[in-house]
């Protein structure tokens, strides 16, 4: 039941890259601005809680500058949104193709994470350009030597969005009412995890609930991100280990779910 079939996705590798061009291509070729949206989505939302969280409620960020705490918050948990909220609908969008043509439907979802990839990368682009602008202007943050730990946080991100993705779309089949939580139900994620807030003042101002967000396996990926990038974050090998080990959970109970799922969706899809 854990069988993930790897040779038979190495086999169909060109299917898998023709998914990811086709979820690239289809999602902005109607749009006027194209791919630039990749840009326009962070930065705008970076200037809103900017604005919004830093300026008029004064939330700290650590002493980082606000709109670069922001974007490194906004663009890690968007990756790992991304990757959680398509993969969330798999069985639902493809049950036609599904039910027609074999092959291994783990490539849909591994297409999307790579897909998602792409996004991602544009994403650290503009906030690698903000990092070089702040640093032009003596801003106070610090790259530390947890950079290095940079892939590993990519991989931890995608592969916590693919596990709880395949849960969710495993359970669509039966419960369709889930299809339309799970946007609003990321967004209330994204406020139990350490995007517009640092993981320390959360722990100082609000003690008794805390322990939701240094428990909520984002965070640790997060603060390791910011930590990473910009010196400051609750970095800790042992909150890392355990993002890693729900990670691993959640990942293996997903393609539990997924793998017998796929066997008889069509006759509940």
């Given at each position: 039941?854990?069988?993930?079939?790897?040779?038979?996705?190495?086999?169909?590798?060109?299917?898998?890259?023709?998914?990811?061009?086709?979820?690239?291509?289809?999602?902005?070729?109607?749009?006027?601005?194209?791919?630039?949206?990749?840009?326009?989505?962070?930065?705008?939302?970076?200037?809103?809680?900017?604005?919004?969280?830093?300026?008029?409620?004064?939330?700290?960020?650590?002493?980082?500058?606000?709109?670069?705490?922001?974007?490194?918050?906004?663009?890690?948990?968007?990756?790992?949104?991304?990757?959680?909220?398509?993969?969330?609908?798999?069985?639902?969008?493809?049950?036609?193709?599904?039910?027609?043509?074999y092959f291994p439907r783990l490539i849909?979802?591994?297409?999307?994470?790579?897909?998602?990839?792409?996004?991602?990368?544009?994403?650290?682009?503009?906030?690698?350009?903000?990092?070089?602008y702040y640093l032009a202007t003596d801003?106070?943050?610090?790259?530390?030597?947890?950079?290095?730990?940079?892939?590993?946080?990519?991989?931890?991100?995608?592969?916590?969005?693919?596990?709880?993705?395949?849960?969710?779309?495993?359970?669509?089949?039966?419960?369709?009412?889930?299809?339309?939580?799970?946007?609003?139900?990321?967004?209330?994620?994204?406020?139990?995890?350490?995007?517009?807030?640092?993981?320390?003042?959360?722990?100082?101002?609000?003690?008794?609930?805390?322990?939701?967000?240094?428990?909520?396996?984002?965070?640790?990926?997060?603060?390791?991100?910011?930590?990473?990038?910009?010196?400051?974050?609750?970095?800790?090998?042992?909150?890392?280990?355990?993002?890693?080990?729900?990670?691993?959970?959640?990942?293996?109970?997903?393609?539990?779910?997924?793998?017998?799922?796929?066997?008889?969706?069509?006759?509940?899809?």
């Open positions: 039941m854990f069988d993930l079939k790897l040779n038979e996705v190495w086999a169909y590798r060109d299917l898998l890259w023709l998914l990811v061009r086709r979820d690239f291509v289809s999602f902005y070729k109607q749009t006027i601005l194209g791919p630039l949206w990749f840009f326009i989505q962070p930065l705008f939302t970076t200037i809103i809680f900017t604005f919004i969280f830093g300026n008029l409620a004064g939330i700290s960020t650590d002493g980082l500058p606000k709109p670069l705490f922001y974007m490194a918050g906004i663009t890690a948990w968007n990756y790992f949104a991304d990757c959680l909220t398509k993969t969330s609908t798999v069985f639902r969008d493809n049950a036609g193709i599904f039910g027609k043509v849909v979802p591994l297409s999307i994470v790579f897909s998602n990839l792409v996004r991602f990368g544009v994403q650290m682009l503009l906030f690698l350009i903000l990092m070089v801003a106070q943050f610090n790259i530390s030597w947890a950079i290095c730990l940079f892939p590993i946080v990519i991989v931890l991100m995608a592969l916590l969005g693919l596990g709880t993705g395949m849960i969710i779309s495993a359970m669509t089949t039966k419960y369709r009412d889930l299809a339309f939580l799970i946007g609003f139900g990321v967004q209330l994620l994204m406020y139990a995890t350490t995007v517009i807030y640092p993981l320390s003042t959360a722990l100082e101002k609000y003690p008794k609930y805390a322990w939701i967000i240094e428990y909520n396996p984002m965070t640790p990926i997060i603060e390791t991100f910011r930590y990473g990038f910009l010196g400051e974050g609750r970095f800790s090998w042992f909150s890392l280990g355990y993002a890693t080990g729900v990670t691993t959970v959640v990942l293996l109970f997903g393609i539990l779910v997924f793998n017998k799922v796929e066997r008889n969706f069509v006759d509940t899809v």
